[in-house]
């Protein structure tokens, strides 16, 4: 039962009732009748290892279960990420294995039937359990001339809605689908699209960004016109219109400022660094992202995710011999990569048994025709680029255990290290499977020679780019860093590369006073009483051991105050690490991520809109694809507080 699992797993994380209950509602395996196969995730690692290990059996040099299932266990070393961790090996479900998804246009079809086909494929997809994202700027502007009985059309907001509620209809076992709707700043209604979600109760079940290109940065640097077209970009637009950049710059940073929406995408510095964009013309043009914006994908294909937990490379964690282990580090990097390459082969069988289960019901081919095919262009991008999601969770726990502070130089320049290191190595293991396994169908040399990622590998490397240019790389694009949400609950660390949000915080119990051992600390409006308890981030509960400091006694908050300013974590939390230094981290570690960085710039509630816009220029001069901003308290109920009731 649901009560048996989480005792054990409560056990298992070691009186963690967060992380197992997590596991439990997310991962475990279980039936449509709510039993549960799975107790503890030992249960779950064993599925995942046996699984790739029936993939590795196909291959050269494979490794065994019992190696796989040592690297995964105990959420050590590698982490497959959400859907690869439910759907890997589970007979209940008839799921994909992919997080992430992008649909589209292409550029044509605005029609009712092409949006009404979009709005089909999301459900399609979101309800085999993946994130979709798909952009809009192909949608004709509020006011175009159309022959039907309106006469003008309405513009892309009113589908934005559309969208978002097909996405609050679809349950996924435990959590809901999520959505990315995205737009180009050249599309005229890209100004009503920033401005959708701001009416309350309006377009909650989709993230929104904007897709922002350089000439329009420029055109805000120097106070100049920016025209907006229909097609976007076209030399003959049926539609322009011109405006003050700087105005619309302003509605943006305004926008954010207020409520962390619209994110940014910068669209020109994701396109040319982009490895699948060299392949445009074969169908890998970039389109929009998938919802937390880390993997940038042309339409119809897809991304699995995996996280390196960085925190376990660091020996004696905390201590004055603090070191980061980069030999266990490298070798374990190129294992994740193949773990990867080979849940792809998985993810194949999975649409294959989707697309089965589509064609078993012949009477229903007509009403399953969109669907079908829908996985047939996934199941070919998927075969044919096989892209991968290699990223970490952690980073903010890795630096901590090394004493060094997050935000400061050593910090920023330390992470630059520790991702270049991973992306030659999973560069090094993507080109020695194309040796074993073959390259990627499309991959050809002469089309990346111009690509500034590809030569920022040569530059670090010269004989993994000459042996890349010889036996070609097994996968089309391979590193991100996702916000590691779940996954970094598991591995009770910091998630992405996000400092610590809180290494201390209170929380109240209600209890009863007449109950023995109880303390009550507070009543009250309506008289009920409340025990209060500190609750310590796990690293930081490590930190204080390690420094034998009593993690059972009750401390006071002036006390809580002197043992933060003690630790590395001190000024380096999310509420009070330096902003911009945080940007310079993220343009930084960006240069060796092939996709994106999902990551959220924390400022405090009194900044104001000028330091918002500071930031975003920012995150644009340092090579940043995307940015959001979170005001302290700009949104209710993103956050935990600190003294949240339970
Ligand atoms: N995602 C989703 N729904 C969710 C959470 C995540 O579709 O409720 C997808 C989405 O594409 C997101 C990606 O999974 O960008 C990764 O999110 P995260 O790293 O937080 O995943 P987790 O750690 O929970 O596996």
Known sequence: TNEEAVKASTEYFKGDVLAATVFVNKYA????????????????????????????AKYANPMSEEQLFDLIKNFT?????????????????????SNCFVIGNNGDSDSYGGIMKIDQEQVQLMKRRGGVGHDLSHIRPKGSPVKNSALTSTGLVPFMERFSNSTREVAQDGRRGALMLSVSINHPDAESFIDAKLEQGKVTGANVSVRIDDSFMNAVRNNELYTQKY??????????????AADLWKKIVHNAWKSAEPGILFWDTIIKESLPDCY????????????????????????????????SYVVNPFTADAYFDFDLFKKHVAVAQRMMDDIIDLELEKIDTIIEKIDQDPEEAEVKRIERNLWIEIRKKADEGRRTGVGITAEGDMLAALNIRYGSIEGNTFSEKIHKTLALAAYRSSVEMAKERGAFAIYDAKRELNNPFALRIKDADPELYNDMQEYGRRNIALLTIAPTGSTSILSQTTSGIEP?????????????????????????????????YVVFHHKFKMWMEVNGIDSAKNYSQDEINVLIEKSPYYKATSNDVDYISKVEMQGAIQKWVDHSISVTINVPNDVTEELVGQLYMKAWEVGCKGVTVYRDGSRSGVLISNDKKE
Not at 34 to 50: F, L, Q, V
Not at 77 to 97: D, E
Not at 231 to 244: M, R, Y
Not at 502 to 526: C, G, L, W
């Open 231 to 244: 097609p976007i970009f076209s030399q003959n637009p049926k539609f322009s219109k011109e405006l003050n």
């Open 280 to 311: 445009a013309d074969l169908g890998y043009k970039t389109l929009s992202t998938n919802p937390c914006g880390e993997i940038p994908l042309c339409a119809y294909d897809s991304c699995r995710l995996l996280a390196i937990n960085l925190f």
């Open 500 to 532: 610590v949000f809180m290494p201390v915080y209170k929380r109240r119990r209600k209890v009863n006073p007449n109950d023995k051992d109880v303390r009550v600390d507070f009543i009250d409006e309506v008289g009920d009483s409340w025990e209060e």
């Open 77 to 97: 070393y590698i982490i497959p990420q959400g859907s690869p961790m439910t759907g890997i090996g589970n007979p209940f479900q008839i799921a994909s294995l």
């Open 29 to 56: 395996l279980k039936d449509s009748e709510g039993n549960i196969y799975e107790k503890t995730p030992d249960d779950m690692h064993r599925r995942i290892a046996s699984e790739i290990a029936r993939v590795e």
